[in-house]
C-alpha cells in the first residue's frame, strides 16, 4: 500500500493509504463520512492525489 496526499480543489485536505490513488480518494471520501456522495462524478472531479512526501504531507516516519 502507498500512502497518498488527498487534495480537494487543490487544498490538501489529509493522507489515505491504498493500492492506487483514485482507491485513496474514495477511502479519504468515505472516512469524512461523505460515503452518500462517492457516485457523484462532479463531486469527485473536486479531489486529487499525488504520492505523500514526508515534510510535506506529514512530519514523522510512518512505518510500512
Known amino acids: ?6 487534495y480537494k480543489n487543490g487544498q ?3 493522507n489515505e493509504r491504498a ?3 483514485n482507491e485513496a480518494i474514495k477511502k479519504y471520501i468515505i ?3 461523505l460515503k452518500e456522495f462517492i457516485n457523484d462524478v462532479e463531486f469527485i472531479k473536486q479531489y ?6 514526508e515534510g510535506v504531507h506529514y512530519n514523522e516516519k510512518i512505518l510500512l
Open 1 to 6: 500500500m502507498i500512502l497518498f496526499a488527498i
Open 12 to 14: 490538501h485536505k489529509g
Open 19 to 21: 493500492i492506487n490513488g
Open 31 to 33: 472516512a469524512s463520512d
Open 48 to 53: 486529487s492525489f499525488k504520492e505523500a512526501i
